[in-house]
């Protein structure tokens, strides 16, 4: 059985995914020897504790795929009761030196069994210098390195209607964001990437639902548009790391959260011509931030301090990397998102449908 899983998945997936398919064999493995519940199936089980596959990145590098199995032994209990589990519980102490335990990628070492009995996880993942990859929210074939030779200062002239409501609906929300913020460009891109990763997803989640009604692909767009939420929330995560949000700032970004997701619905339901029109400029109002915020840090107004370790991983950035470093990769990211929402608005312009066009999936 595992050597047919094998096969079929060394067909079907790229490099990375040979990793995702080993895993999953090797749960699917397990669960039928654990399953068995005899002495022969947990001894199969026991002497597949650890299991190790290379892991292959875009960029190259190799990494080390490992799965603890003494979860597995754990998640047996539903299979083999009470009696095998205790057995399997006394062996894996006696083997590690402590009580069986997973470590599920959130820290918490308790959760043995739930992931390991539906043989989803966890995996641990190893970098290269052999320290572990601590993030489980992305991975290392997810990473990359930012364009940051992309042209920042391409601008759409808005000559029709729509398009003039559209920038004139950015360049109005730009003055209570300044009046708030002033100069204060850490808080402020924090805040304002609560926002930027909200259009994304919305007009992501709307073509997904045109693909079920219609039966019909969207041309890569859904999983573009995704991709921007995401990579707009991991400006976030990087952010937060360097900001710390009062509370009267989070509950700022409810209310606003509560609007804004509800009016670019709406939005982008009368008219995803003038819903991206506006998303394009607001990346250029972005930029624009983003600039400024640069110019504070070469002025010393704002320390430029070591770039967070999130941010290292996620643009493989060189580890002496500072606060200026992850703002100029943070910009880049946005004149990306400026183009392929210019784009999709563009696409509408020219009577077609955003289908018709192969979306630019991975643009970074
Ligand atoms: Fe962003
Ligand atoms: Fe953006």
């Known amino acids: 059985m595992s050597m047919m899983l094998v096969s079929r998945r060394h067909v079907a997936k790229s490099m990375v995914g040979i990793a995702e398919g080993t895993i999953r064999l090797f749960s699917s493995a397990t669960t039928t020897a654990c399953s068995g519940t005899g002495a022969a199936a947990a001894a199969a089980a026991k002497q597949s504790t650890r299991m190790g596959v290379p892991t292959w990145t875009k960029s190259g590098a190799v990494y080390w795929v490992q799965m603890d199995c003494g979860a597995r032994s754990a998640g047996t209990v539903a299979l083999g009761g009470k009696d095998d589990y205790e057995e399997e519980k006394k062996q894996h102490a006696a083997d590690h030196g402590s009580k069986p335990s997973v470590d599920n990628g959130s820290g918490n070492k308790d959760e043995k069994g739930i992931a390991s009995y539906w043989g989803v996880g966890p995996t641990k993942l190893t970098k290269e210098d052999g320290t572990e990859w601590k993030w489980t929210c992305f991975r290392p074939w997810e990473t990359y390195k930012a364009d940051v030779s992309i042209d920042l200062n391409k601008h759409h002239v ?37 926002v930027a990763a909200v259009p994304g997803m919305v007009g992501g989640m709307l073509l997904h639902c045109k693909s079920l009604r219609r039966f019909e692909h969207s041309g890569g767009w859904i999983k573009a548009l995704l991709e921007e939420a995401e990579n707009e929330r991991m400006h976030l995560m990087t952010f937060m790391e360097v900001a710390k949000p009062k509370w009267y700032e989070r509950a700022l970004v409810v209310t606003v959260q509560g609007v804004f997701f509800n009016a670019y619905l709406l939005g982008y339901l009368l008219s995803p011509k003038f819903a991206h029109r506006m998303v394009g400029y607001l990346e250029e109002e972005a930029i624009h931030s983003y600039t400024e915020f640069l110019k504070e840090l070469d002025k010393g107004n704002i320390e430029n301090v070591p770039a967070p370790a999130i941010a290292i991983d996620y643009w493989q950035l060189p580890p002496n990397s500072t606060l200026r470093d992850v703002v100029t990769v943070v910009r880049a990211d946005e004149a990306h998102h400026r183009d392929v929402n210019h784009f999709a608005s563009d696409i509408h312009y020219h009577g077609r449908q955003l289908k018709e066009s192969p979306a630019p999936i991975g643009y970074h």
């Open 158 to 194: 808005p000559t029709t209607f729509l398009d003039k409501m559209a920038y004139w609906t950015v360049k109005s929300l730009r003055w209570p964001t300044d009046l708030f913020f002033q100069r204060r460009y850490g808080c402020r891109a924090m805040m304002l990437e609560t």
